[in-house]
């Protein structure tokens, strides 16, 4: 199993970006898939999850502002993140739950 997580980078606050997570070694579409983020000194947090039928769920401090979405045609899930704000700054993983599975991370870092 693969997850390959992209699209991180430095943004000012009430920017936008876009994560990637794609996924190999796995059925794709069969399976949900969770974005989870680590600031520095605290603990995970996980900002939303998608089910294998598209069904999403979101911690509150991100409702309204990220979209998760998936495209199974291409093995990718998104985490769409608009209006970021300084606390958003974290480590983001993708996260296969059904085998506890790991990407490796990307830095999002929100700052004027």
């Known amino acids: 199993v693969q997850l390959q997580a992209s699209g991180g980078g430095l943004v000012q606050p009430g920017g936008s970006l876009r994560l990637s997570c794609a996924a190999s070694g796995i059925i794709f579409n069969r399976n949900a898939m969770d974005w989870i983020r680590q600031a520095p000194g605290k603990q995970r947090e996980l900002v939303g999850s998608i089910s294998s039928t598209g069904r999403t769920i979101y911690a509150d401090s991100v409702k309204g502002r990220f979209t998760i979405s998936r495209d199974n045609a291409k093995n990718t899930a998104y985490l769409q993140m608009n209006s970021l704000k300084p606390e958003d700054t974290a480590v983001y993983y993708c996260?296969?739950?059904?085998?506890?599975?790991w990407g490796q991370g990307t830095q999002v870092t929100v700052s004027s």
């Open positions: 996260h296969l739950p059904v085998a506890n599975y």
